[in-house]
C-alpha cells in the first residue's frame, strides 16, 4: 500500500515575525533622518532670497504726481488711504524702486493687479513697497523673482466697473513681508497709519541723484 504523506505544516513556511531591536532601530533613525530633511526643505522654501541693500530709490513710475495722497478719508470718513494714487494712462510701465524680492504677484479684488516688493536699505531698515492696479496678465516678474531698482515689473490697468480712472496706487508698508499674511491695503482704520510710510517723503529722503524722477 502507497505511504501516506504526512499534512505539512503551513506554520512552517511563514517568515519569522521575531522583534528584531536592530532593525527597529534602523527603520526609526531613517523616518527621523527624512523627518528633518521635509523640515528643512519646508523652511528653505518659506525663507526669503537673498537681495542686496538699496543704496537709494526711484520712483515707480517716470511721472510721479499724487493726485490722492496719503491718510486722506474715504467718503464716508470710515477707512484713510494707506498710499498715493498716481494717474496716468493705461499700459504706462511700472518699475521696481529697489533691489528686493517679489513677495507677492497675483490679483485682489481691491486692485486688480497688485505686486509687494521687499526691500532692505543701507541702514538695515526693512520694508515692502506695494503696486496697485495692474494689468495682471501682464505682470513681468513673478513671485520669489530678486529684481533690481528701476526695473520693470508690469504695467497700469485699463479702466473698468470697478476702476474708474486708471492709476497706480503705491504704499510703503514697514516691515518685512510675513508669508501667509495679507498686507497689500489700499484703504484701512487710522491707526494703521502708523505701519505705513508717505510715500512721496521717502521717496524723496532716499531718492537716486540723476535717475529718472530727480
Known amino acids: 500500500m502507497p505511504r501516506e504523506e504526512a499534512p505539512s505544516d503551513s506554520k512552517q513556511s ?13 527603520l526609526l533613525g531613517v523616518y527621523a533622518v527624512l523627518c528633518v530633511l521635509c523640515l528643512l526643505w519646508a523652511f528653505r ?4 532670497p537673498k537681495y542686496p541693500a538699496a543704496e537709494c530709490l526711484v520712483p515707480p513710475v517716470s511721472d510721479y504726481r499724487v493726485d490722492r495722497a ?16 498716481v494717474e496716468l494712462p493705461a499700459y504706462t510701465p511700472v ?3 529697489a533691489p528686493g524680492y517679489v513677495a507677492y504677484a497675483g490679483t485682489a479684488p481691491e486692485f486688480q493687479g497688485v505686486i509687494v ?3 532692505r536699505l543701507a541702514d538695515g531698515t526693512v520694508f515692502r513697497s506695494i503696486y496697485g492696479h495692474l494689468e495682471p496678465i501682464a ?4 513671485e520669489r523673482e530678486v529684481v533690481s531698482g528701476g526695473q520693470e ?3 497700469l490697468a485699463e479702466a473698468d466697473e470697478e476702476l474708474e480712472t486708471p492709476h497706480l496706487h503705491f504704499g510703503l508698508r514697514k516691515g518685512p513681508h510675513v508669508p501667509g499674511v495679507w498686507e497689500a491695503y489700499g484703504w484701512g482704520p487710522e ?6 510710510y508717505q510715500p512721496s517723503v521717502f521717496l524723496v529722503a532716499h531718492r537716486c541723484q540723476g535717475i529718472q524722477g530727480e
Open 14 to 26: 511563514l517568515p519569522s515575525l521575531q522583534y528584531n531591536p536592530r532593525r527597529v532601530a534602523v
Open 45 to 48: 522654501s518659506r525663507r526669503p
Open 70 to 85: 496719503f491718510g486722506v478719508r474715504s467718503q464716508d470718513g470710515s477707512e484713510v488711504h494707506l498710499g498715493e494714487d
Open 95 to 97: 518699475y521696481a524702486i
Open 117 to 119: 516688493v521687499e526691500h
Open 139 to 142: 505682470f513681468l516678474v513673478q
Open 153 to 155: 515689473i508690469g504695467y
Open 191 to 196: 491707526e494703521l497709519l502708523t505701519e505705513y
